[in-house]
């Protein structure tokens, strides 16, 4: 019994074989090609764009942003190494060099914007992301809510950002 059964399944494989090498007729009225030069042809004569960009949309606050997150984000990995990588090479330590920019005389103007622009991606990256949190948590997603905590974040960004340039006076160095 063991063998005619193993006789009956070897067959069958085998039928499955060679039924797989033999090409089959394609039933589809069309091919893949032409569903695609028809779709591609259909969207060149409604004017539609290849894909939808920036400009497509009108700019809203959730848009902005996570955008400015994202940004936020990437500035401050590309100033932390390469900040690191050019402190590295620089020949002196790190008070011989905090005093080669003192003896530069930069004006209180371009220090107080250079420290703007240091707090700002930083300030704005850590209270976004506690609403980033929160929205995994579950809370925030109501339109009315969306729009409250955007505005408190970019409210207690400028205030936070300000107190840093302004607030922290060091005078160890």
């Known amino acids: 019994m063991a063998l005619l059964i193993r006789s009956f399944a070897r067959s069958s494989c085998l039928l499955k074989q060679t039924s797989m090498l033999i090409p089959k007729r394609s039933t589809m009225a069309t091919t893949?090609?032409?569903?695609?030069?028809n779709f591609w042809a259909?969207?060149?004569k409604l004017n539609r764009p290849l894909s939808p960009f920036l400009t497509v949309y009108k700019p809203h606050l959730?848009?902005?942003?996570?955008?400015?997150?994202?940004?936020?984000?990437?500035?401050?990995?590309?100033?932390?190494?390469?900040?690191?990588?050019?402190?590295?090479?620089?020949?002196?330590?790190?008070?011989?060099?905090?005093?080669?920019?003192?003896?530069?005389?930069?004006?209180?103007?371009?220090?107080?914007?250079?420290?703007?622009?240091?707090?700002?991606?930083?300030?704005?990256?850590?209270l976004n992301g506690i609403r980033h949190l929160a929205w995994d948590a579950g809370y925030g997603f109501s339109l009315k809510t969306l729009?409250?905590?955007?505005?408190?974040?970019?409210?207690?960004?400028?205030?936070?950002?300000?107190?840093?340039?302004?607030?922290?006076?060091?005078?160890?160095?």
């Not at 893949?32 to 030069?37: D, L, N, P, S, V």
């Open 32 to 37: 893949a090609y032409e569903e695609m030069r």
């Open 42 to 44: 259909r969207n060149r």
């Open 62 to 126: 959730a848009m902005m942003t996570s955008l400015t997150h994202r940004v936020t984000g990437v500035v401050m990995q590309v100033a932390l190494t390469g900040g690191s990588i050019i402190l590295l090479c620089l020949p002196g330590d790190f008070r011989q060099n905090l005093e080669y920019v003192r003896q530069l005389s930069l004006g209180p103007i371009i220090i107080i914007a250079f420290k703007y622009i240091l707090a700002f991606p930083v300030v704005y990256h850590f």
């Open 147 to 173: 729009y409250k905590s955007g505005y408190f974040v970019m409210a207690l960004t400028a205030v936070i950002t300000t107190y840093f340039v302004f607030g922290i006076k060091c005078n160890a160095l």
